[in-house]
């Protein structure tokens, strides 16, 4: 039972990249936390209205002063009853896992209702916990068993290429018709085009090339990772991704 | 194609890494993409699919995510039991507790007022059924007890058939 490797230090990123533009690619959190963002989340702190919580804010920080533990110990914490732990995971967590699941369900509301799935399960399962496997990969093994159940349980609702145009862009909250001061209409037609195409393209890879290309182009998890997560070899892994990305390359050439 | 130290299918196994980014590509895997352009060209395109699957942007988390997941942990905490005692605090478990336990008793005494009586299982049992022999024989076990005391008896032979 190994308890992964000590970081030097967790690195801190700037509140700015909450707001990413088109250019920049939305990185994921998982080895990150917002500085402006997770101090505010502390002082909410996840359990500071639940039953039970001992001053979540004065553990937090004496957690956080811990300086560069692991999220398998901060897990181990959370098993022991530490709720401040919980919510430092939930903090470093939250973005990265509405990121993925927002790609894996294509529905904000829906997706935001899964990522607190995930951590509901997280949290129910604390004291079953073991420090066996590496925090994240347990982490988006929970997310991926949910989003492919609810993709699954869902199949027949709303099938992605009936996305319309028409309606307003989650992304951006703007309508078509509303020009955001910088784009014409007709560029904001065709950014909303490209749009649907790499949505829906993505979305029609086979189940495990589309997870895995999630994980690895918008997750920043490495080869290793997602073999981890998908149960595959490392070298199975890497043909699945090249196969999804040639796939993605044909579909998607017109928008290139 | 095969070069001296990279082959393109291993160069090609690393081309999603290379073209997002994720990896620098090694001497090696540079000397290939040098003398093959298949395999250039080919990790041109993918970091040209590469910068256009990064247009594909998603939405904050609400300023409520927290509010929500808080309002979910509440109610997973108020779920787990306190301690085996907790059942108690709960007027409709306590209720039904006690009207099992009222029932079990009723029950009991019901059974026990019965005195024993097999007159159940012999109105249940089949005639000619095991069941139904063994009600028999427990029902006549003082006539079948004194079986032996008739085989002892002697026949009078005194006694005339038609007097």
Sequence with gaps: MAIEPRPAKTPVASSEEGTSGPQTPQLSARRRVQASVSSVAIDRGVFAMTPGATRPHERAEAVLSGDGLSDAEFMLRVKTGDESAFSYLVEKYRRPMMNFMYRMVHNAAVAEDLAQEVFLRVYRSRESYEASAKFTTWLYRIATNLAVNHARDSRHERPEHMVSLDEPDENTGLAIDVPDGSLSAEELLVRRERMVAIRQHVNELPERQKIAVIMHKYQQMDYREISEVLKLSESATKSLLFRAYETLREQLKEFV | ?163
């Design chain 2, 1 to 163: 194609m095969k070069n001296a130290t990279m082959s393109c299918n291993e160069i090609r196994e690393l081309m999603p890494d290379l073209a997002a980014g994720m990896d620098a590509a090694t001497a090696e895997a540079n000397a290939h993409l040098e003398s093959c352009a298949d395999c250039a060209g080919k990790l041109e395109a993918f970091r040209q699919t590469m910068a256009l699957l990064d247009e594909w942007q998603v939405p904050e988390p609400t300023p409520y995510f927290d509010v929500r997941l808080q309002a979910r942990l509440r109610e997973e905490s108020a779920k787990q039991p306190a301690g085996w005692l907790q059942w108690i605090r709960r007027p409709a478990l306590a209720v039904s507790f006690a009207v099992l336990m009222m029932a079990s008793v009723t029950l009991v005494r019901f059974h026990s007022g019965s005195g024993g009586d097999n007159t159940t299982a012999s109105m249940t049992a089949e005639p000619g059924s095991a069941v139904s022999d063994l009600s028999a024989l427990d029902k006549n076990h003082d006539l079948y007890s004194d079986f032996d005391v008739l085989d002892d008896l002697q026949v009078q032979q005194d006694v005339t058939a038609n007097p």
